[in-house]
């Protein structure tokens, strides 16, 4: 999966999850600071990313994600390691 592929599919899940549209999601986002995410949040962006792109996501890696292009870079290398 390419990059921007990828970068759009955590756009979208994480938008679902905050309520907000897709094109307010981008990668300079922080979502603690910009939505005041909680950690539940957190995980539950991660398990619709899982479930979606089947691969694991720790909740250390979604605590320490800084924003969405943290996320999007280290989901970008796991998809990569599995091919």
Known sequence: MERAELAEVVRSRIAQVVGVPVDEIGEGTDLRD????????LME?????????????????LLEMRNVGHCIDLLHRRVQERV
């Open 45 to 61: 962006i991660g398990t619709r990313l899982e479930n979606t792109l089947g691969t694991r996501i720790s909740a250390d890696d």
């Open 34 to 41: 910009e939505y005041e995410m909680d950690s539940l949040e």
